[in-house]
């Protein structure tokens, strides 16, 4: 056996031997080496040339789908792992020496592979045409981890260390692979608003006490927007966004279980919430807010937005209706508002407000036109679309925009 097949043999057994980082092995790039791998190790010159080519190929594919570099995959693949040694280091809880010492010698091996060249594969294959490359590079796996784990603060693990924005789906914690993007500097009106919600989430990020939230005003002012690029903006401070539906808070709960020991920080963002008379959801989360055993973390808060300020729509009928107790039952359907620490309203912009939203964003977009006449047609489109609003005010430049 050559030098360079026993070298590819040994590198097949080091990924077998991977216990701390076994997820990787599960990984389809590195299911795939492995497979090759295997092929060169028992690969037989002129009867075997076109299944290891084979191979090769769709391991080389599946690289490709996210880097030609294999040390850059490998790195990404490390950094996101969410095995028990990182959960339990993120916790703050000790670690046996066993394992660590396991970590670490893993973390070599894994540098290792990461460092395998197109060459050392075609060293052993006989066969001279072409075959697609890949790169590698010099890599302290070991030292890189370490750093990883003194900002797990900020980075996070698994799918929080890839993604910054969430949903649920059946239980789940799924990311959002291609979420609504919104930044602070696209936001115009409204400072004393937006501030307040920066500031109490920044409070959040940085572990001190924060309130939950409730937005509650006029459709289209901006409330979910501003969330959006709140989070946005301090996802790099350790802080993700997770969107919870009205069908959905009773399962807010076992999300807080889940959460605790994370060491990021997390918003649970329940869009345009109100609830009727006669309805579970709102019990669940009158008990998350205040007042249930399992209540919410220090690392996590609620930000609702609603149309409604009292959240639970009412009818004449639910003043005037049978209950011994009617104003008892009235107070507890208006309590709900009152459990969120800060209230903020949204209120519609006036002339004066919407105009300057409309400057500002015909600014950002670049439209040069008598300030007169834009004022003229953005008044005619709110009229339009009855009323004025920060959402009618940035449809009316982007119709603008394109000509319409």
């Not at 294999?70 to 969410?82: P, R, V």
């Amino acid at each position: 056996m050559t030098y360079m097949k026993k070298k590819l043999k040994e590198l097949k057994w080091k990924i077998d031997s991977l216990t701390v980082f076994s997820h990787i092995k599960n990984d389809d790039v590195i299911r795939r080496l492995h497979a090759l791998l295997d092929a060169v190790d028992k690969y037989v010159p002129d009867k075997e040339t076109d299944h290891a080519i084979s191979l090769y190929s769709d391991f080389v594919s599946a690289l490709y789908e996210n880097t030609a570099d294999l040390t850059d995959y490998i790195h990404t693949l490390l950094l996101q792992d969410d095995n028990f040694y990182v959960k339990e280091t993120a916790a703050g809880r000790s670690v046996p020496e066993t394992i660590h010492q396991s970590a670490q010698q893993e973390l070599l091996l894994l540098t290792e592979i990461a460092a395998l060249t197109p060459a050392d594969v075609r060293e052993v294959l006989d066969y001279k045409g072409f075959l697609p490359e890949w790169t590698t590079h010099a890599a302290d796996f070991q030292k890189e981890f370490e750093e990883k784990l003194k900002n797990i603060t900020k980075t996070g693990y698994g799918i929080f260390a890839k993604y910054n924005f969430f949903r649920l789906d059946n239980g789940e914690i799924v990311p959002v692979a291609h979420p609504d993007h919104q930044s602070l500097d696209q936001l115009f009106g409204y400072e004393r608003e937006r501030n307040l919600i920066l500031k109490n989430t920044q409070a959040l990020a940085s572990g001190e006490s924060a309130s939950n939230m409730l937005l509650y005003g006029d459709a289209g002012t901006g409330k979910s927007s501003t969330i959006k690029a709140v989070a946005a903006a301090l996802a790099p401070q350790g802080l993700r966004l997770i969107e919870v539906k009205k069908n959905q808070l009773y399962q807010i709960p076992q999300i807080m279980e889940e959460l605790a020991s994370n060491p990021l920080k997390f918003i649970l963002f329940i869009d345009d919430l109100s609830f009727n008379g006669n309805d579970d959801n709102f019990s669940a989360l009158k008990a998350t807010l205040e007042g249930s055993i399992s209540g919410c973390g220090d690392n996590v808060a609620i930000y609702a937005t609603s149309n409604r300020r009292h959240l639970v729509k009412e009818t004449f009928s639910d003043r005037t209706g049978d209950e011994l107790h009617v104003n008892d039952t009235l107070q507890e359907t208006m309590s709900l508002s009152a459990r969120f620490g800060l209230t903020i309203t949204f209120q519609k912009p006036d002339k004066d407000q919407y105009l300057t939203i409309v400057r500002s964003l015909a600014a950002e977009y670049g439209i040069e036109m008598d300030e007169g006449e834009l004022f003229r047609k953005a008044e005619a489109y709110a009229i339009r679309k009855s009323g004025r609003s920060p959402r009618t005010a940035k449809q009316f430049i982007e119709l603008l925009k394109i000509g319409i």
